[in-house]
Structure formats: C-alpha cells, structure tokens
C-alpha cells in the first residue's frame, strides 16, 4: 500500500536443516505464508503453513516480530 502504516505481506520459503555434512536436498522444507507489517516494518506478524508434512510440527505457525533501530 501506500501507507507507510500498515502493509501486506505474502511470502514463501524453502530450506534445510542439520549438520552440514549429512546435507541432502530430499526433503526440502517448503512452507508459504501472509502477514502483516507495521509501521514500515518494526513490527509484522505472518501466519505460515509448511508445504510439506513435518514429523512433530502443526500445521500453522503464528510469528511476531518487533524489531528496532539502534
């Protein structure tokens, strides 16, 4: 938007996690997700869902965060 205010935030992600040397790009963790921005981005929070099933995880995450100036 044009308010610096408030804008919308749609975003994907892939990655891959563990010790370096059993890295193997099967399974890549994918996940896709939207949120909102605050005040040019000190504060945003996204609502995200994993593309693909993970062991012991749910299926929507929530994340907040704050960030500041130093």
Do not use: C, H, K, Y
């Amino acid at each position: 938007t044009s308010a610096p205010g408030a804008r919308i935030v749609l975003f994907s992600d892939a990655g891959w996690a563990g010790d370096v040397d059993a890295f193997s790009a099967d399974p890549i963790l994918l996940s896709v997700g939207a949120g909102v921005s605050f005040l040019d981005g000190l504060v945003r929070m996204d609502l995200a869902r994993p593309l693909r099933e993970v062991p012991g995880s749910g299926n929507w995450r929530i994340e907040l965060q704050v960030d500041a100036g130093l």
